[in-house]
């Protein structure tokens, strides 16, 4: 089984790299690309200490192309497993052990509302059963 040090930084001198190349460098520690073409010894080296003090050096246009998509990502990650408001009451009600019919006074919906929602929640996300649905509220921090 390979290890890898865990404070080994890449500093990355190449010609070009794309968008995919740069995301998959990263995720094996790259923290630094310079173009071949327009870096001097002197500079490759002060990256490289800079580096070993934990700062990264990335093109601007590199940085934009890595932001665009984070965002990407976020939006398409934050519409499909996002909880609604009623979905947040529903899941901290479970975790607190409160039945259909309970949460269904509580939030004055009827019993139908309340399994429905439960199970579009469950369907949506994935989830096996309430429990889960609580563990799931749990790792996004809501309970």
């Not at 995919?20 to 173009?35: C, D, E, K």
Request: charge should be positive; include cysteine.
């Amino acid at each position: 089984m390979e290890t890898t040090n865990p404070d080994m930084r890449i500093v990355l001198v190449a010609n070009s790299i794309t968008e995919t190349q740069l995301t998959g460098a990263i995720s094996h520690r790259l923290v630094s690309f310079l173009p071949r073409r327009q870096t001097e010894m002197q500079h490759i080296l002060a990256v490289i200490m800079s580096s070993r003090a934990g700062h990264a050096h990335l093109p601007a246009a590199l940085v934009r192309k890595l932001v665009e998509g984070l965002r990407v990502l976020q939006s398409s990650c934050s519409s499909e497993f996002a909880l609604t408001e009623r979905e947040i009451d529903i899941v901290r009600l479970l975790a607190e052990g409160w039945t259909t019919q309970q949460i269904a006074e509580k939030l004055s919906y009827s019993e139908r509302t309340i399994k429905n929602a439960i199970h579009g929640l469950l369907t949506r996300l994935g989830l096996r059963n309430r429990a889960h649905a609580v563990g799931y509220g749990a790792r996004l921090g809501i309970l």
